[in-house]
């Protein structure tokens, strides 16, 4: 049981990476115009990628200062999930394997 839970959340964290790196890519293609938000296809794709990454991304824009154009809050988020995927693997080994190595 423990093993699933582990390896669920470990797959959820990078769905939210490749959902977050997808987001910026679209974002950055729209902004540059190889994709036409007017089509409803297109637009609905882009909105469901923004609701799903805006929560992590929002507080890391508001405590980061204004870089001009440049949005550098995916690549923090996607260190910061990076890292929980580390930690989570170092709690697994700890209670799985016995392991008692340090966390960080």
């Known amino acids: 049981m423990i093993r699933t839970l582990f390896w669920l959340l470990d797959e959820l964290l990078s769905l939210y990476i490749w959902a977050v790196i997808l ?3 679209f974002s950055m293609l729209a902004s540059f115009g190889v ?3 007017r089509n ?3 637009w609905s794709i882009g909105d469901f990628l923004y609701r799903l990454t805006e929560p992590a991304l929002r507080p890391i ?3 980061l200062p204004n870089f ?3 949005d550098i809050s995916p690549l923090i988020v996607l260190l ?3 890292a929980t995927r580390m930690l989570l ?3 697994y ?3 799985i394997l016995g392991s008692l190595r340090p966390l960080f």
């Open 61 to 63: 824009r508001n405590m």
């Open 89 to 91: 693997s170092s709690v």
């Open 35 to 37: 994709l036409d938000t």
């Open 40 to 42: 409803r296809v297109v």
């Open 68 to 70: 001009g154009s440049i």
């Open 93 to 95: 080994e700890s209670i």
């Open 80 to 82: 910061l999930l990076q």
């Open 23 to 25: 987001a910026a890519l």
